[in-house]
């Protein structure tokens, strides 16, 4: 997939932006953030912001970015990916257990988001892995819970999934407040269906 004159140094700053959704940074933090000489990432933001991949708001005196979530759900999964597999390079057997997982649900529409400990690098030896699946109404639920049961019966690591159709979770990121939707969405690997998150976070934010 290719999207107009994205740079490593773009996609590290994206990548920065979409692992902190709902946060603003100045260049300064951003260019910190990603090892970057401060010129290089003011030069590849501002660019970033023509090309309205991402909104840049001057406060003075200094300038806040945070991702355009407007238009740009395409880009937003392509970077979200790549969030992904740095996410299983780091743990192979928790790609093991996603890949065991979508190779058992046959329904092609939903989201998968990983969340809680084991995404935030606090996981203990008796930590489950938390998954949130989002389905577009509860006919499919029967079909994810069974895919759970069937791997967490074979797997190393306990499987804690939350199954809400894309109504009870767009209902939940509406409210804005601290709930389990928005945990997971702060502190995510999306390796399924992000398009469609992003989508929903475009309708909210």
Wanted: aromatic share 8%; charged share 25%; with cysteine.
């Amino acid at each position: 997939m290719h999207f107009e004159q994205l740079t490593k140094t773009s996609i590290e700053i994206l990548v920065h932006l979409t692992s902190k959704i709902r946060e603003s940074f100045t260049v300064r933090q951003i260019a910190h953030a990603i090892g970057q000489d401060y010129r290089i990432s003011h030069v590849m933001t501002m660019r970033l912001a023509k090309q309205q991949y991402i909104i840049a708001e001057k406060r003075r005196p200094v300038t806040y970015c945070r991702l355009n979530l407007k238009g740009n759900s395409s880009l937003l999964a392509y970077i979200e990916g790549i969030r992904v597999n740095r996410f299983f390079a780091k743990h192979r057997d928790l790609e093991i257990i996603v890949g065991e997982l979508l190779s058992k649900i046959a329904s092609p529409f939903f989201t998968m988001i990983l969340f809680g400990s084991h995404v935030r690098g606090t996981a203990s030896e008796m930590s489950d892995l938390d998954i949130i699946f989002v389905i577009p109404d509860r006919k499919f639920e029967k079909e994810v819970t069974s895919a759970v049961g069937s791997v967490e019966h074979i797997s190393p690591i306990g499987i804690h999934e939350i199954v809400l159709t894309s109504d009870e979770f767009m209902d939940l990121l509406k409210q804005k407040t601290p709930n389990v939707a928005w945990e997971a969405v702060d502190n995510r690997v999306v390796p399924y269906g992000a398009q469609a998150l992003f989508k929903m976070l475009e309708a909210v934010l």
